[in-house]
């Protein structure tokens, strides 16, 4: 799940306390006659709409397992990344499993904080995982992870405003762009809001035009080449005609709320917003409300892959019970729970095929967003890639800077992280 990348990234940079609550107790151990027993510290990352459930679902894994104690702590997003590097980095307070953001499992990994799951109970039915969900999993080769949830960016467009102004759901955002001039005159509401505030919100503009921002397999930085510039000109471009209105900061709140009050007829967002926007008056008939993929820019149509995974960290002293935990977390079984009960995207092909998954709302509204959904780069240094688009984003929305002057200052910055790329 994805909520404000940019701030989660500067964040990251701040020494927080680590949290004392790791397994290095006596009693975390797998005995040796290969019992699960013990105890599992799970660190879990979800939000307050979804962390009753979760707890619940640990609490059915000790049901399972008599023998095995889950010490289950509820960790908030924002401060997960950086306490779990000073937990494990100290060798003191770190979990045995925790619930990672996708972007995270490369950067624990490089730095030797992650188990290898391949081989082990952790990693059960592999084939039955999407392919994007699997491959945030994945670094130098080994699986450090298992999929948990699986998430995208939708175009949330209001069924009313787009009716009233005569026009069909944009597949392109030259279509938007055409269009917005009708949806202002005949209902009042702007088009779209862009957030110019997130670099995330970025990607599905490098993506429409055929870009990304690295290329891993020749070590080169891509963000600058001509799909960079493009994508920042064709947001500039939705702003500057009028079709868009964006903010340099707060763009969470003001861009829900804006359609929440029909004062936009559409935002780029993602599932974790859906029952949010529906709080606002133009949503008081929750079927007004539609989601569609992304709009594609001028070659192509995707957007980023997000969600959350499940980690074994490589030290802990009780690694069976915490694969075994780790895969019922994982299981065709809870993933087709956290759907019926939180409306979570499965990362297993299995589940969707249940008629009770087939039937959720949220999945038919995000099942072909996902399907069009673009990995990232699975690198070490994904993470901190993000700082310089928002600062570029930033120069071209607020700034005054060209699109080409912005990329390339982008491509410069990329470079100085990412030492061995050109």
């Not at 289950?72 to 494990?88: C, I, L, T």
């Not at 072909?368 to 959904?373: E, M, Y």
């Amino acid at each position: 799940m994805r909520r404000g990348i940019g701030a989660t990234a500067l964040i990251a940079g701040l020494a927080l306390a680590a949290t004392a609550c790791g397994s290095d107790s006596d009693d975390a151990r797998s005995g040796a006659d290969g019992k699960i027993e013990g105890t599992v510290t799970y660190w879990d990352t979800s939000n307050d709409g979804e962390k009753a459930t979760y707890k619940k679902i640990a609490e059915d894994f000790e049901k399972k397992h008599p023998k095995v104690d889950v010490k289950y702590v509820h960790v908030n997003f924002g401060d997960a990344n950086q306490k779990f590097k000073n937990a494990a980095g100290g060798n003191s307070g770190a979990p045995d499993v925790m619930r990672t953001e996708v972007a995270w499992v490369a950067d624990f990994a490089n730095l030797g904080y992650l188990a290898p799951l391949d081989g082990t109970p952790a990693l059960d039915n592999a084939s039955d995982y999407l392919e994007t969900a699997a491959g945030s999993t994945r670094f130098e080769g080994k699986t450090y992870a298992v999929p948990q949830v699986t998430d995208t960016l939708g175009l949330f467009y209001n069924k009313r405003l787009l009716k009233k102004a005569g026009v069909e759901v944009p597949t392109s955002f030259a279509e938007l762009k055409k269009n917005a001039a009708k949806i202002k005159d005949k209902t009042g509401a702007t088009a779209l809001y862009l957030r110019g505030d997130d670099p995330y919100w970025f990607l599905p503009y490098l993506y429409g035009e055929g870009g990304d921002l690295i290329d891993a397999e020749h070590k080169k930085v891509t963000v600058d080449d001509k799909p960079g510039v493009r994508a920042l000109a064709t947001m500039k471009d939705l702003v500057d005609s009028k079709a868009a209105i964006t903010d340099s900061s707060d763009g969470q709140e003001n861009g829900i709320k804006a359609f929440q009050d029909g004062d936009v007829a559409m935002i780029i967002d993602g599932p974790w917003d859906i029952a949010l926007a529906r709080e606002g008056k133009e949503f008081k008939d929750e079927n007004n409300l539609g989601v569609a993929p992304v709009p594609a820019g001028s070659k192509a149509q995707g957007s980023p892959q997000g969600g959350w995974n499940l980690s074994v960290y490589a030290g802990t002293k009780n690694m069976r019970a915490a694969q075994e935990f780790a895969k019922y977390m994982s299981s065709a079984e809870v993933q087709a729970r956290t759907t019926e009960e939180l409306s979570l995207l499965p990362t297993r092909k299995s589940v969707y095929e249940k008629d009770a998954v087939k039937k959720n709302e949220m999945v038919q509204f995000f099942r072909p967003a996902v399907a069009k959904a673009v990995q990232r780069p699975w690198i070490a240094e994904g993470n901190s890639l993000f700082e310089p688009i928002r600062v570029g984003v930033d120069g071209v929305l607020a700034g005054g800077k060209s699109p080409k002057a912005a990329a390339e200052g982008t491509g410069d910055k990329f470079r100085k992280l990412l030492k061995d790329y050109h």
